[in-house]
Protein backbone atom coordinates (compact mmCIF):
# COMPACT_ATOMS: atom_id res chain seq x y z
CA UNK A 1 0.00 0.00 0.00
CA UNK A 2 0.71 3.63 -0.66
CA UNK A 3 1.34 5.66 2.42
CA UNK A 4 2.56 8.75 0.46
CA UNK A 5 -0.42 10.14 -1.44
CA UNK A 6 0.25 13.68 -2.55
CA UNK A 7 -2.17 15.35 -4.13
CA UNK A 8 -5.71 17.00 -3.41
CA UNK A 9 -8.91 15.71 -1.80
CA UNK A 10 -12.27 16.58 -3.33
CA UNK A 11 -12.96 18.95 0.02
CA UNK A 12 -9.78 20.76 -1.14
CA UNK A 13 -10.93 20.86 -4.81
CA UNK A 14 -13.89 21.91 -3.58
CA UNK A 15 -13.07 24.94 -1.89
CA UNK A 16 -11.00 26.16 -4.33
CA UNK A 17 -13.71 26.04 -6.99
CA UNK A 18 -15.86 28.29 -4.71
CA UNK A 19 -13.73 31.04 -4.28
CA UNK A 20 -12.77 31.16 -7.91
CA UNK A 21 -16.19 31.30 -8.45
CA UNK A 22 -17.02 34.02 -5.96
CA UNK A 23 -13.80 36.07 -7.63
CA UNK A 24 -15.68 35.45 -10.88
CA UNK A 25 -19.15 36.52 -9.50
CA UNK A 26 -17.37 39.97 -8.15
CA UNK A 27 -15.46 40.82 -10.49
CA UNK A 28 -17.45 40.26 -14.00
CA UNK A 29 -20.11 42.54 -13.45
CA UNK A 30 -17.73 45.92 -13.26
CA UNK A 31 -15.99 44.82 -16.13
CA UNK A 32 -19.66 45.36 -17.92
CA UNK A 33 -20.59 48.36 -16.40
CA UNK A 34 -17.13 49.64 -17.65
CA UNK A 35 -17.93 49.13 -20.88
CA UNK A 36 -20.75 52.07 -21.68
CA UNK A 37 -18.28 54.13 -20.28
CA UNK A 38 -15.63 53.35 -22.60
CA UNK A 39 -17.83 54.08 -25.61
CA UNK A 40 -18.37 57.28 -24.59
CA UNK A 41 -14.61 57.87 -24.14
CA UNK A 42 -14.29 57.00 -27.76
CA UNK A 43 -17.43 58.75 -28.72
CA UNK A 44 -15.54 61.59 -26.83
CA UNK A 45 -12.86 61.01 -28.71
CA UNK A 46 -14.67 61.16 -32.26
CA UNK A 47 -15.86 64.26 -31.67
CA UNK A 48 -12.78 65.73 -31.63
CA UNK A 49 -11.43 64.17 -34.10
CA UNK A 50 -14.10 65.18 -36.53
CA UNK A 51 -14.08 68.80 -34.83
CA UNK A 52 -10.19 69.38 -36.06
CA UNK A 53 -11.21 68.08 -39.94
CA UNK A 54 -14.15 70.69 -39.68
CA UNK A 55 -11.67 73.34 -38.56
CA UNK A 56 -9.47 72.35 -41.23
CA UNK A 57 -12.24 72.18 -43.74
CA UNK A 58 -12.90 75.66 -43.07
CA UNK A 59 -9.41 76.94 -43.57
CA UNK A 60 -9.24 74.77 -46.50
CA UNK A 61 -12.48 76.00 -48.41
CA UNK A 62 -12.70 79.60 -46.64
CA UNK A 63 -16.05 78.77 -45.28
CA UNK A 64 -17.51 76.85 -42.14
CA UNK A 65 -18.88 73.15 -42.49
CA UNK A 66 -22.54 73.22 -42.70
CA UNK A 67 -23.31 69.41 -42.73
CA UNK A 68 -21.57 66.36 -41.52
CA UNK A 69 -21.79 64.93 -45.21
CA UNK A 70 -20.09 67.86 -46.60
CA UNK A 71 -16.31 66.60 -44.70
CA UNK A 72 -17.39 63.02 -46.19
CA UNK A 73 -17.85 63.98 -49.41
CA UNK A 74 -14.31 66.32 -49.37
CA UNK A 75 -12.69 63.23 -48.22
CA UNK A 76 -12.11 65.07 -44.62
CA UNK A 77 -13.51 62.09 -42.62
CA UNK A 78 -14.44 58.71 -44.03
CA UNK A 79 -18.57 57.62 -43.80
CA UNK A 80 -18.04 55.55 -40.47
CA UNK A 81 -16.39 58.34 -38.72
CA UNK A 82 -20.30 60.11 -38.75
CA UNK A 83 -21.37 57.43 -35.98
CA UNK A 84 -20.02 57.09 -32.76
CA UNK A 85 -19.22 53.08 -31.35
CA UNK A 86 -22.26 53.53 -29.18
CA UNK A 87 -24.69 54.22 -32.04
CA UNK A 88 -25.15 58.25 -31.47
CA UNK A 89 -24.82 60.49 -35.12
CA UNK A 90 -22.67 63.40 -34.76
CA UNK A 91 -24.25 66.72 -36.40
CA UNK A 92 -22.61 69.93 -36.51
CA UNK A 93 -24.65 73.29 -35.39
CA UNK A 94 -22.65 76.39 -35.66
CA UNK A 95 -19.41 74.80 -36.62
CA UNK A 96 -19.40 73.12 -33.53
CA UNK A 97 -19.62 68.94 -34.14
CA UNK A 98 -21.87 67.15 -31.38
CA UNK A 99 -23.18 63.89 -30.52
CA UNK A 100 -27.09 63.50 -31.16
CA UNK A 101 -27.67 62.86 -27.58
CA UNK A 102 -25.85 65.80 -26.33
CA UNK A 103 -27.24 68.68 -24.70
CA UNK A 104 -24.00 71.07 -25.60
Do not use: R
Request: aromatic residues 4%.
Amino acid sequence: MLKNQNGFTLIEMLFVLMIISVLLILIVPSFSSKSSGIHDQGCDALVQVVQAQAEMYQLNESKPVTDIQNLVTSDYISSDQTTCPNGDELTIKSGIVQKSGSKE
